[in-house]
C-alpha cells in the first residue's frame, strides 16, 4: 500500500484511511493525552490506560505514544522529566513554572522579525521556531513571599 501524501491527520477517520491502525491501547492512549494538558509523561499515561486495560504494558504504552507522534496525532518533548506527550497539535509555546514544574501551553506568536533576524545572522531558511518562558505560575503567585515551598503544602 502506498500512503496518500495529502492532508494531515485530524482524526480517527484518517487513522483507519492511512492504514495505522487504531488498536484499543491506541485509542485509549490518544484518549488519555488529549483528555488532559499537563503534558504527561509515558509512566502518567500508563496508569490510566491501565485502568481499563489491565494487562497492558509501561513499554507497550510508550511504544504506541512515539508512534502517534509520529504520525502527528501528538506532540513530544524530551525535558527533565524525561519525553512528555501533548495532545494539543497546534502550534503553541510553553511556560515551564520554575516553582512547581507543571508546564502550561502558551499561544504561539508568529513572531516574523526574530526568524528574519535568525536567517540573517546565520545564513538558515527559518522554517518555524517556537520559544519557551519560565517563571511562576498563577497558582504559584498566589502563593506569598518568596519561597515557593512556604507551608509544606503539596498539590
Ligand atoms: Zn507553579
Ligand atoms: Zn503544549
Known amino acids: 500500500m502506498i500512503p496518500k501524501k495529502d492532508g494531515h491527520p ?16 491506541r485509542r485509549l492512549i490518544l484518549d488519555v493525552v488529549r483528555a488532559t494538558d499537563v503534558h504527561p509523561t ?10 481499563k ?5 509501561l513499554a507497550t504504552v510508550y511504544r504506541n505514544l512515539r ?14 522529566a524525561g519525553m512528555r506527550f501533548d495532545g494539543n497539535t497546534l502550534p503553541h ?21 526574530v526568524r528574519a533576524r535568525v ?6 531558511e527559518i ?16 502563593q506569598t513571599g518568596r519561597s515557593p515551598v512556604k507551608g509544606q503544602r503539596r498539590s
Not at 485530524?10 to 491501547?25: I, K, S, Y
Open 67 to 80: 508512534m502517534l507522534a509520529a504520525e502527528g496525532f501528538l506532540a513530544e518533548r524530551a525535558d527533565a
Open 127 to 142: 522554517l518555524n521556531h517556537r520559544a519557551e518562558f519560565y517563571g511562576r505560575c498563577g497558582a504559584c503567585r498566589r
Open 119 to 124: 536567517a540573517t545572522r546565520t545564513g538558515f
Open 93 to 113: 509555546d510553553h511556560f515551564t513554572c520554575l516553582a512547581c514544574g507543571r508546564l502550561y501551553d502558551v499561544p504561539a506568536r508568529a513572531d516574523r522579525a
Open 53 to 57: 486495560l489491565p494487562r497492558v504494558s
Open 10 to 25: 485530524h482524526g480517527h477517520e484518517t487513522l483507519r484511511a492511512r492504514g495505522f491502525r487504531l488498536t484499543e491501547p
Open 42 to 51: 509515558a509512566a502518567f499515561v500508563y496508569r490510566r490506560v491501565r485502568k
